[in-house]
């Protein structure tokens, strides 16, 4: 005699609030991901820019490697979101290939023009390494998605996409933990810089195993047909 088997029900409070986590994730990730195009009208004397010296601005080379960075990473940060949709994956499964593709080949694109601009950093040796590290760690966590769907391991592709996302959103972090930096700790801009630079991706790699445990648990990765 079989038990029938009921799925947990979630409680309307659970449900509001993990609804209301992703609306956050996906307009903080709309807004940043649009905020590369303030830099085609731009001006040296304000923001970011601001600290870099002529010299450097007029270097072609370092100038290619960051404008490619910062237009690919905000593509992939518009972009990206939408590969988490459930119902996009199940109805219309050739429009999440498409975007998967545009996606990881945007970030490895984006990471590597990074790890360049990351040698001209700001802050000195702390801040390079820093971007140096997010750059490493946002192309090789991409590149074993990619290489996890090419062999069709589906949990491990979701595995190391949570990652990839996280790091890909460490353009909206950076740009959260600064003000609170600045503000808690009463840290000059050039001071709390070179923190940012490391607590911004690292944070959000935490925050990533977090979700992974919490939605695969302790299973064990299993090879999916496609």
């Known amino acids: 005699m079989s038990i029938a088997t009921r799925k947990p029900t979630i409680s309307p409070f659970k449900k509001f609030t993990n609804t209301s986590f ?20 731009v001006n040296h004397n304000e923001g970011l820019l601001s600290h870099k010296t002529p010299k450097l601005l007029a270097n072609t080379f370092w100038s290619v490697a960051f404008y490619t960075h910062i237009s690919l990473g905000g593509f992939s940060l518009l972009i990206g979101w939408s590969l988490f949709l459930k ?8 429009i999440h290939r498409l975007v998967g593709k545009v996606y990881i080949i945007a970030v490895l694109l984006s990471s590597v023009s990074g790890l360049i601009a990351a040698y001209y950093a700001t802050g000195g040796w702390i801040a390079k390494t820093g971007f140096a590290g997010m750059s490493i760690a946002w192309f090789i966590c991409t590149y074993i998605a990619y290489k996890a769907i090419r062999n069709k391991n589906i949990q491990q592709h979701e595995r190391w996409m949570i990652r990839s996302y996280a790091v890909t959103f460490t353009g909206v972090t950076f740009r959260l933990w600064m003000p609170f930096l600045i503000i808690a700790f009463q840290l000059e801009f050039l001071e709390a810089y070179p923190i940012d630079a490391w607590i911004s991706w690292i944070a959000n790699l935490f925050v990533a195993q977090l979700i992974i445990r919490k939605r695969f648990g302790k299973k064990k990765t299993k090879v999916v047909p496609v």
Do not use: E, M, N, S
């Not at 992703?22 to 709309?30: D, N, P, Q």
């Not at 119902?87 to 050739?94: D, Q, S, Y």
């Open 22 to 41: 992703w609306v956050l994730i996906v307009l903080l990730a709309i807004a940043i991901g649009l905020y590369p195009l303030t830099f085609l009208d």
């Open 87 to 94: 119902k996009l994956r199940v109805k219309k499964l050739h």
